[in-house]
């Protein structure tokens, strides 16, 4: 069965750094999430992207955060200048369409230090 | 702005039992709403979809019904098994997903 497939699983940074997750969506789904989710809080919406361009994106997604889909394949999310509150875990999702079942990775856990 | 709300936020229940897991949101624009589940530190994994226009959806021993004019979905889960234990999570699709909090689930041998 195709799947999301999210590199690396786990990432410890340094406060400051900047972290780029990647994330290999289904072969041919064209809409792209990323979400987060603190350790036990709600999975939050941070951006979606369309027709290589972001389609929307929520006031947690600033100048910090950015989107880039470089080749095709890969979705990857930027972010720059990382701070201790950026610790969460980032699940990457793609969907066929907007009314087709949506398939979530595994997640990247980033722990900010 | 879309709210979904999950109740209850955790359930105990002894293997064998069926269950009901709700889930309600406040605006009924919706694509579509999926469940799933996750695992203590691990993604989600996608359970079942159910479009706007379906008023009920069924995989295995599970069965999720929509009633979108109310704003209410439930996950009915049949024969539960310890295997079941997980948080199961209801997310309604506009232009993104909206995620409710979860319920979870505790199946005892």
């Known amino acids: 069965e195709p799947e999301v497939t999210q590199t690396p699983s786990h990432q410890v940074t340094q406060m400051g750094q900047e972290v780029i997750l990647r994330c290999v969506p289904i072969?041919?789904?064209?809409?792209f999430y990323w979400y987060r989710q603190i350790l036990g809080q709600k999975v939050e919406f941070l951006v979606s992207?369309?027709?290589?361009?972001?389609?929307?994106k929520s006031e947690i997604f600033d100048d910090q955060f950015s989107v880039e889909r470089p080749d095709g394949s890969n979705f990857t999310l930027k972010i720059r200048s990382t701070k201790l509150e950026d610790s969460a875990m980032y699940f990457c999702?793609?969907?066929?369409?907007?009314?087709?079942?949506?398939?979530f990775g595994q997640g990247t856990r980033l722990t900010v230090v | 702005k879309q709210e979904v709300t999950q109740i209850p936020a955790a359930l105990s229940v002894p293997e064998g039992e069926n269950l009901v897991l709700n889930c309600s949101f406040t605006?009924?624009?919706?694509?579509?709403l999926q469940w799933f589940r996750q695992d203590p530190g691990k993604g989600l994994t996608s359970l079942l979809l159910?479009?706007?226009?379906?008023r009920e959806q069924t995989s295995g021993r599970l069965n999720a019904s929509l009633d979108k004019s109310s704003g209410r979905s439930t996950l009915y889960i049949a024969a539960s098994q310890p295997g079941d234990s997980a948080t199961y999570l209801c997310?309604?699709?506009?232009?993104?997903?909206?995620f409710g909090t979860g319920t979870s689930l505790t199946v005892i041998p």
């Open positions: 605006d009924s624009a919706i694509y579509n």
């Open positions: 159910i479009q706007s226009s379906q």
């Open positions: 999702a793609s969907s066929r369409d907007r009314d087709t079942e949506a398939f």
């Open positions: 992207f369309y027709n290589n361009e972001i389609s929307e």
């Open positions: 997310a309604v699709r506009g232009n993104q997903f909206y």
């Open positions: 072969s041919n789904h064209l809409y």
